[in-house]
């Protein structure tokens, strides 16, 4: 039977019947936590009655949240993380050597294609961008897979998104995903995996596909997959951390949905407050005033994010009323932004560069809103309530549209900061 | 697990996310009555004020989407509510409401029930019965796969059992 990538990478590690809808029991490559999600599922692995986890290399817990402790009360859940990792001789790094989670994995190839990956966190349908079937889960679900090294996966439905045609220079990996959640909302993919093709997304260089896969959850969906190609194995091939065989969807898979976006004039999206299926192209949102802007997380604090916001800031001023916070999301993307003379850049505007961390992308620490106030943010969720007062506002864009607003103080495109 | 639930509606519509459920900045704890303390906090600041023993959630669809952190169960089931019953769940929040016995109801009934309606629920049977309304509705069944883990007591007794294999 031919097969989306989905059941093609399920098949490879289950022995059951492997059919859109069924359970499988599956094996797992790599399973990781957050210093949020880390605690409970010590607790849960305590319970469970477990000793040890199943592969101390494939198993890590990443403090990037509250990190560096942000309070007292984080600082003992980082503890409590720390000195379980030790206690199991599995994967930690301490603040310094981490980033955000999505971000560093990735660049330390301890996710490859091919793989079943297992987050605790909502983004790690991040990694689909590396070819690999990754998913979040709660904490219960993560400690099961640390003391068994399997999980169950009810195999998804696929979703066929092809995005063709050939954008302006004013288009990234953002305006993609927002275009695509716009069109079929917040569950429009709900149990399902998107799996993205198309002549557009062959041209996106890797760190905009992270953005892509970044945000299938917030269209539902399990996974956000792209079938590898050179330039990903590439990549793969140079950072590996172990040994990985790449699985591709077959041509003939047969998809429960298909759709196509043409991004040949597409304008720059931006997803209004509360929602992120809120989107509108910039222009119906220009002019809506900005307290602060946020360049970082998961899915827009990589090195071609912060190049495309320093192309718009050079040698301009952040507005005297907004203030701009830069967070690079590892610190490999924060030396190269450092070595590049980004950072100069950014100083010179006026912006704030923090260490990498999640920090306000879920009201963290490290720019939390005030009652009334708003951010245009590259993060991901712009839910009630998610940086700060439940009485803020968050609107969501690419890093562009988020310098541009920077420089003008309200909603911009960038084409307007640049004229 | 009780089999037989009852208490008065607390009515939400579509989308409601992990981040309204408990907002992250409570999440420097994983303890229950914490969690349960801010409980719907930015979606209905008369929740944990209102809320009894025994009170069921209704909502519209997509209900727990968002962010994965159990705690949004969690605190829901701290908070004393027995149920949650809504036209559709996020998958990560279905699997960890089931995962820390918080029972849930797939049903697509729920915009019939009123805030403060008298609800009462058979769990082996999946029916809901509004004594406000004197209806009954009709829940979805689980997977058999689910029915069998919810039945060993949900996962973690199911893992205590594969690692004494």
Do not use: K, L, P, Q
């Given at each position: 039977m031919a097969m989306t990538l989905a059941e093609a990478i399920i098949a490879k590690h289950t022995k059951d019947p492997v059919e859109a809808g069924s359970i499988c029991r599956v094996s797992v490559d790599f399973a990781f936590t957050n210093d949020i999600t880390g605690p409970p599922a010590i607790k849960e692995f305590r319970k469970m009655g477990a000793k040890k986890v199943f592969d101390p290399m494939r198993c890590a817990i990443l403090p990037d949240h509250f990190s560096p402790a942000k309070d007292i009360a984080s600082a003992e859940q980082i503890k409590e993380c720390r000195e379980f990792a030790y206690e199991q001789d599995m994967l930690f790094w301490e603040v310094g050597r981490v980033g955000v989670e999505h971000a560093f994995l990735p660049e330390n190839g301890l996710v490859l294609p091919g793989e079943i990956v297992l987050g605790a966190d909502s983004h790690t349908c991040t990694h689909g961008a590396m070819g690999a079937l990754a998913t979040g889960m709660g904490s219960t679900d993560l400690a099961a897979a640390w003391a068994l090294g399997e999980t169950w996966l009810r195999v998804p439905e696929t979703m066929k998104v092809s995005y063709e045609g050939i954008p302006s220079e004013w288009i990234c990996g953002k305006d993609m995903i927002l275009a695509l959640i716009g069109k079929i909302g917040v569950e429009g993919a709900r149990y399902m995996a998107l799996e993205f093709h198309g002549e557009a997304l062959g041209k996106l260089g890797l760190d905009d596909r992270f953005t892509l896969s970044n945000m299938a959850i917030e269209a539902g969906g399990k996974t956000g997959l792209i079938n590898p190609d050179e330039k990903l194995l590439q990549y793969a091939r140079e950072r590996k951390a172990r040994h990985f065989e790449p699985i591709f969807a077959d041509k003939d898979a047969v998809y429960a949905g298909s759709l196509t976006i043409d991004v040949t004039d597409m304008e720059p999206q931006v997803a209004m407050p509360h929602l992120p299926e809120n989107v509108k192209p910039v222009s119906e949102a220009a002019g809506t005033p900005v307290d602060q802007v946020f360049i970082g997380s998961?899915?827009?604090?990589?090195i071609s994010d912060l190049r495309s916001a320093a192309r718009i800031l050079k040698g301009k001023k952040v507005h005297k009323k907004t203030r701009l916070m830069v967070i690079p999301a590892s610190y490999e993307v924060y030396r190269q932004a450092m070595k590049e003379g980004l950072f100069d850049i950014f100083l010179d505007a006026g912006a704030a560069i923090s260490t990498p961390s999640c920090g306000p992308c879920l009201g963290g620490h490290l720019g939390i809103l005030a009652a009334g106030e708003r951010c245009i943010s590259t993060s991901n969720r712009n839910f009630v309530g998610r940086m700060g007062s439940p009485k803020s506002e968050v609107v969501l864009a690419g890093p562009m549209v988020a310098a541009a607003s920077a420089v003008a103080g309200h909603i911009c495109h960038p084409k307007e900061i640049m004229a | 697990m009780e089999t037989t639930l009852k208490g008065k509606a607390w009515v939400y519509g579509d989308n409601v996310d992990t981040d309204v459920i408990i907002p992250a900045r409570y999440l420097v704890t994983s303890d229950e009555r914490s969690l349960a303390a801010h409980c719907m906090d930015d979606i209905d600041e008369t929740y944990t004020k209102g809320v009894s023993k025994g009170d069921v959630i209704t909502a519209g669809n997509n209900f727990g989407c968002g962010s994965s952190r159990e705690h949004a169960p969690i605190a829901i089931k701290g908070s004393g509510a027995s149920c949650v019953i809504a036209k559709s769940f996020a998958r990560i929040f279905y699997r960890n409401a089931i995962n820390i016995g918080l029972p849930i109801l797939e049903c697509t009934e729920t915009d019939r029930i009123a805030k403060g309606d008298l609800i009462e629920i058979d769990l082996t049977r999946g029916t809901i019965t509004n004594r406000t309304k004197d209806e009954t509705y009709h829940a979805k069944p689980f997977p058999e796969f689910l029915q069998n883990l919810i039945g060993l007591g949900g996962l973690v007794p199911y893992v205590r059992a594969r690692l004494s294999e």
């Open positions: 998961c899915t827009n604090g990589r | -």
